[in-house]
């Protein structure tokens, strides 16, 4: 499923060093090629059961006010069966069906024909076109880094329209939320299957293609590394960023208009929900460029897990807790919202600044000062399957010395933020921060499963000098 994006181990290498030939690549990039029995499980259990557990939480608002349990406690005591919870479903309607199209359609066109001034008035922003980081085929992609452009003019035209046109009501995408999550699942199912034909039969690099013979692991995992049509269109990119993404604080605004509409008033959880998950979009659309080096471009290849999940999982689950604040208008106290705010923003610091760190320490090779001293680094090498031998090194110093993954743990602190501002009453809010946490450790362990295979023995010192992976003194 769609995932924020995150980076990998916390090294600095010299790209000019290394040689990219399909043997050197097999055990360096992307999915597997070969799958276990394990692996086929959990992806035909995905396939399975993720679209039905969208629809349930979805449900479970619509008809059961969020409850979780309600639904299944009516199903076991004969109160209702599943034929009578799938009648009061809402259908596909048209007016969702345009509103869908014109949404995909815009956004295509901001992707497309727009290419970015926004780096040529904010300092410090990094946009136009950028390279991305070099392929398993030794390709190196470029991309038109123009997300903070289409974000900025997508919320623009809302808030024109909200206050001056009039040519939609604000409340417009709760009002179509179920009927518009069909045709999210249409895109999302259609774009996968054209991303594996792609693959199969007019590729567009074919060194970048990866088949296990398995087709439910080839179509989940996907089989292209970097699907693209024409020279600019990036399916990887443009989903994992325009759709979903963009909309994400459409869709909070969308269910704060809701509940000023139904109750008078939007209450301090909302409008902290909104704040907080804005301020990770915005950081997400600042830092596009950086994006182009994580495990979504870097590793991922595109299939349903991230073309479903990006159309679907994502602006459908991390937008629980606006949906839950429209059926529940929790009202914070004042003391227990401003602690929410300061964990939200103390996560997030720690999120973007261990990143920042980071990625300082990779462009200046080591060559800088975090936290205002020379950065202490573990020297290692690694051998290719070409059999050459390459150099690098792994940060130990700043929040890299504190804990292996310590971004994630910023990340999981906004994340429970979230969740915690919309009190206590039920399960469904929580969803995320659950979602969030075995996802990351996954995350930790995926990594550094790839770190000690990669590093050997100069791996076994790095987590000698740091220990834990996410909570220092815990795990």
Request: proline share 5%.
């Amino acid at each position: 499923m769609a995932a924020k994006p995150q980076s990998n181990d916390p090294q600095t290498k010299s790209p000019g060093n290394i040689t990219f030939g399909k043997a050197a690549t097999q055990g360096q990039w992307g999915r597997a090629w070969e799958v276990d029995w394990f692996s086929l499980a959990s992806v035909i259990f995905l396939l399975l059961f993720a679209p039905f557990i969208v629809y349930y939480f979805i449900m479970a608002c619509d008809q059961y006010s969020c409850s979780l349990t309600a639904p299944l406690a009516d199903i076991a005591t004969g109160r209702a069966r599943l034929s009578d919870i799938w009648a009061k479903t809402p259908p596909v309607t048209t007016k969702a069906a345009q509103i869908y199209v014109a949404w995909v359609t815009f956004q295509v066109l901001l992707y497309m024909l727009l290419p970015d001034f926004c780096h040529k008035f904010l300092p410090g922003y990094v946009g136009g076109v950028q390279e991305g980081a070099m392929t398993p085929a030794g390709i190196v992609n470029k991309y038109e880094i123009n997300g903070l452009q289409a974000w900025l003019i997508t919320h623009l035209l809302w808030f024109v329209n909200c206050y001056l046109l009039a040519c939609f009501s604000p409340t417009v995408i709760f009002d179509n939320w179920i009927p518009l999550l069909w045709c999210a699942n249409i895109l999302g199912y259609a774009v996968s299957t054209f991303a594996m034909v792609k693959g199969y039969f007019f590729p567009t690099d074919a060194r970048d293609c990866k088949f296990t013979g398995n087709f439910f692991y080839n179509y989940m995992m996907g089989v292209e590394f970097n699907p693209r049509i024409g020279k600019w269109f990036d399916f990887k990119l443009f989903f994992n960023g325009r759709p979903g993404i963009v909309a994400w604080t459409l869709i909070n605004l969308s269910f704060a208009a809701k509940q000023q509409e139904l109750y008078g008033h939007v209450t301090n959880s909302m409008v902290l929900v909104n704040v907080l998950q804005a301020i990770y979009v915005l950081d997400f659309f600042w830092n596009e460029t950086w994006y182009l080096k994580t495990i979504d471009i870097c590793h991922d290849h595109f299939g349903w897990y991230l073309g479903w999940g990006d159309c679907v999982w994502l602006p459908y689950l991390y937008t629980l807790q606006g949906l839950y604040l429209v059926y529940h208008p929790v009202q914070l106290p004042t003391r227990y919202s401003l602690g929410v705010l300061l964990l939200g923003l103390l996560g997030y610091y720690i999120f973007r600044m261990a990143n920042h760190q980071k990625d300082l320490f990779r462009r200046t090779d080591g060559r800088c000062l975090i936290w205002g001293r020379k950065p202490k680094v573990i020297e290692c090498s690694f051998t290719s399957a070409d059999k050459q031998k390459h150099h690098s090194k792994l940060l130990v110093s700043g929040f890299w010395g504190v804990a292996r993954h310590f971004n994630y743990t910023g990340d999981l602190m906004g994340s429970l933020a979230y969740c915690l501002a919309c009190g206590g009453g039920h399960l469904l809010p929580y969803f995320y921060i659950i979602y969030m946490a075995v996802l990351l450790t996954h995350r930790c362990l995926r990594d550094e499963h790839r770190c000690a295979s990669k590093y050997g023995r100069d791996w076994e010192r790095y987590t000698a000098a740091v220990p834990y992976r996410l909570l220092p003194g815990i795990f």
